[in-house]
């Protein structure tokens, strides 16, 4: 994969992943997607039920790889339940873009089912004369 093509679709996975969860995070460099932080907002937002966990999980933890490494620990333990051994957090610290596309896409597809769940909560209120609220909900606990 070139690279250019390669930062091409991670700008649009980010820019979806971001439409759908109704956030805005600022962006500036490359370099800001090879750390934790980024995602760890992505995770605040999407799963707000684990925040203990996940902040518990990264006390430990001190290079960015690592803390990428327990993101991806959580999903493929805890939310997804699904081997997701092909993607390593040092090597999205690395900046191996394959490594991020497949990490991107993965929150890409979260953020799909946040956002249909939110237009199906919103459509159920709307039947109900209640007025939507349009906010992005996060997945909870029990609907995983």
Not at 66 to 72: C, F
Not at 106 to 127: M, T
């Amino acid at each position: 994969m070139e690279m250019e093509t390669a930062l091409e679709e991670i700008g649009q996975l980010l820019s979806q992943i971001q439409e759908n969860l109704m956030i805005n995070l600022e962006i500036k460099e490359m370099g800001e997607l090879l750390q934790s932080q980024l995602y760890l907002q992505l995770f605040e937002r999407m799963f707000p039920f684990m925040d203990l966990n996940i902040q518990n999980l990264m006390a430990d933890v001190t290079s960015e790889g690592e803390k990428i490494q327990v993101l991806i620990e959580i999903l493929s333990q805890d939310i997804l339940t699904m081997d997701l051994s092909h993607i390593k957090g040092v090597k999205i610290e690395n900046g191996d873009l394959k490594h991020l596309l497949n990490f991107l896409q993965i929150l890409l597809e979260l953020s799909n089912l946040i956002q249909e769940k939110n237009d199906q909560d919103d459509q159920a209120e709307e039947g109900e004369g209640a007025e939507p609220t349009h906010q992005s909900q996060p997945l909870q606990e029990d609907s995983i």
